[in-house]
C-alpha cells in the first residue's frame, strides 16, 4: 500500500527553486554535493552558463566565495554529468535543465530487505 504526502511550498524567486531542487536531487541520490556546488547548479540553470568571468563575478556577488575557486567546484559537478561543456560554455546538463515555474516531484522510496 502507497503513502500518499503532499507538500507545498512557495518561494520568492526561481534560484529559491533551483537550490531547493538541486538540493533534493543531492540528497535523494546521495551525492552529498556542498551548498556552494548546488548554488552553482541553481545559478548555471537559471542564468543559462557560468563559463565567462562576468558570469561567475555575478555568482560571487550573489553567493561569496571568490572566482578562482569555481574551476575545481565546476571541474566536480562536468564529472558527475551535472554540468557539461559545449562549444567552450560550462551549461547545465540538459536533463536538469528545467524550468523552475511550478514542480511536481514524485518520489519513490523503498527498502530493499
Do not use: W
Request: proline share 2%; net charge positive.
Amino acid at each position: 500500500m502507497a503513502i500518499r504526502q503532499e507538500l507545498k511550498k512557495e518561494y520568492p524567486s526561481s534560484i529559491e527553486v533551483a537550490i531547493k531542487y538541486f538540493s533534493i536531487i543531492s540528497v535523494m541520490n546521495d551525492l552529498k554535493l556542498t551548498k556552494t556546488e548546488i548554488n552553482v547548479l541553481a545559478f548555471s540553470s537559471t542564468h543559462g552558463s557560468i563559463s565567462s568571468r562576468r558570469k561567475k563575478k555575478e555568482f560571487v556577488s550573489m553567493f561569496g566565495g571568490a572566482v578562482s575557486t569555481l574551476g575545481n567546484i565546476i571541474h566536480r559537478l562536468v564529472k558527475l554529468e551535472m554540468l557539461e561543456k559545449v562549444d567552450g560554455k560550462t551549461r547545465i546538463n540538459p536533463v536538469f535543465d528545467i524550468k523552475f515555474q511550478d514542480i511536481l516531484l514524485q518520489l519513490h522510496i523503498n527498502a530493499t530487505g
